[in-house]
């Protein structure tokens, strides 16, 4: 059974940077994001600990391919 997950995009405080990612639980991984877990993470690196987007897919392979989508657009229609 597939459970989905969640397409986010995270940015720094002067929404300077955008990172999208996928997650299966959204609000366990923002705030491993905004506590730096991994203290060498792109997130970490350009402290992007601000939620600005998130979406819900049914399956997981729904939300993979949103993510390719976003991350191959241009960057003006991400925000």
Do not use: W
Request: aromatic letters at 10%.
């Amino acid at each position: 059974m597939d459970k989905g997950g969640y397409v986010y995009i995270m940015t720094n405080p002067k929404n300077k940077v955008l990172y999208t990612g996928v997650t299966s639980r959204i609000a366990n991984c923002v705030c491993e994001h905004r506590l730096k877990i991994n203290s060498k993470s792109f997130t970490a690196r350009y402290n992007c600990v601000k939620l600005v987007y998130y979406q819900r897919f049914g399956t997981i392979k729904e939300t993979i391919v949103e993510e390719k989508r976003i991350k191959t657009g241009p960057r003006r229609q991400k925000h």
